[in-house]
Structures are given as C-alpha cells and as structure tokens.
C-alpha cells in the first residue's frame, strides 16, 4: 500500500501543474466563456421570437419558456464541469486533450456526472438536515464521486459504492485534505481583504488593485483547488491498489 503524500505537497504539485499549462487553462476558460454567451444569445433570441411568432405572452407559456431555459442552462452548466474535469485530468495525466476533444467527449459524462451530483447533494443534504455531523461524514464519504465518474467510468449507486470503498478506513485523512484548501483560502481571502480595507481611505488606487488581484487569485485558486482534488483521488486510488 503507497503512502499518501502531504496536502501541501499535493497542493505545490497542483499549482506547478497549472502554471506549466497555463495558456492550456486559459484557451479552455476563454472556449467556455465563448460557449456561454453563444448559448445565452441563442437562447435570448430563439424565446423572444417564439413569443413574437406565437403572440402569446400568457404565464403559462411564459413558465414554460423560463422550465426550458433553465434545464438548458443545467444542461449547459453540467456539460462545462464535465469538461474541465476531463480536462483536469487529461493536465495530471499528462496527455493534454484539444479543446475540440474534450467538449466532444465530455457530452458523454453529463448525464452520468449531473445524476451523480445529484444524487450524491441530495443524500448530502439529508445528513445535514438530520444533524449536522451526518452530513460532514456523508460528504467525506462520497467525497471522490465526481471525479470516479470521469475517471472510473462509474456513475450513481456504484460511484457512491466506489468513494466509501477509497475512504473507509481514512475518513480523518480525507477530511484533513479537504480543509486543507479551504483553510488556504480562507486566510489568503482574510490576508487581501484586510489589507484592501486599511488602504482604502489612505490609498484608494492601491485597495483597488489588492481587490482585483484577489478576484484573479480567486479564479487560480478554484483551478488549483480542482485539480488538487483530482490528485488526492488518484493518490487514494494508489494507496488501494
């Protein structure tokens, strides 16, 4: 059995990955982008002239039109997790996808992915609605789900199945590098925030550029953080086998 490395560790190998794919990361944030705003004008005017062709402006029809848009939107939103996870993995595994080939194959996982979450949330939400020391166990249990999914080929019950098999008997060890980020986080917000709020009326231009630096920090971060996750998986998958 392998000896799991360090969160710090994991988290340094996190960021050097980012930073040696950097432009990757930013031709694929700038596709999503782009795929965004393509579908949401689409979606403006395909509602809009169908309410124009229709003349129908009723409540009814209007629900019905806003039912439609957000399940696209679901569907949009779950398709762009999907993506960057594969991508995150195609990063870690050193076998870099083209843009083209990883929203191609990532519209194979949205089902799996979104019914996973799912199910995986709602049995989350349960735990915390009963008591909330059931949740935190139920949510460090079912920790590894989505990234089984993209990794593992497996989706709902046996994904569920799959994270309690990689956690079970290291539930602390997995707790510990899932504060582990958020701890970082937390600190590096607090650090930016309260040095922007002390400059504000001193050095206005200066608590500006503190703030737009933690806002881009931010979005580092969540990519950091995702593929630090993904790491923790695969190094848990390591320690089983």
């Not at 809009?48 to 209007?62: D, Q």
């Not at 996973?116 to 139920?138: K, Q, R």
């Amino acid at each position: 059995m392998n000896t799991l490395p360090s969160a710090w560790s994991l988290l340094h190998q996190a960021l050097s990955l980012f930073l040696k794919n950097l432009k990757y990361f930013l031709k694929f944030y700038l596709a999503s982008f782009l795929a965004v705003v393509i579908l949401f004008i689409v979606f403006f005017i395909a509602n809009f002239a169908l309410m124009a062709i229709t003349k129908n402006t009723s409540g009814p029809f209007v629900a019905l039109l806003g039912t439609f848009t957000f399940v696209a939107f679901l569907i949009v939103v779950s398709w762009l997790v999907a993506a960057g996870l594969l991508m995150t993995k195609s990063v870690i595994n050193n076998q870099l996808l083209s843009m083209k080939a990883i929203f191609i194959q990532s519209k194979k996982l949205i089902l799996p992915l979104f019914g996973t979450n799912l199910l995986t949330g709602l049995i989350v939400l349960v735990g915390y609605l009963l008591l909330i020391i059931p949740g935190i166990i139920l949510t460090v249990k079912y920790a590894f789900t989505q990234y089984i999914v993209i990794d593992e080929n497996l989706s709902g019950l046996a994904a569920l199945k799959r994270s309690q098999e990689l956690v079970k008997g290291k539930f602390w060890k997995v707790l510990g590098y899932s504060l582990f980020p958020t701890v970082v986080i937390f600190l590096l917000s607090f650090i930016t925030s309260f040095v922007a709020q002390q400059l504000k009326a001193s050095a206005p231009l200066v608590s500006y550029t503190i703030s737009f630096a933690s806002s881009l920090l931010s979005w580092v971060l969540s990519a950091v953080i995702l593929m630090y996750s993904y790491l923790v998986y695969k190094n848990f998958v390591s320690a089983r086998s």
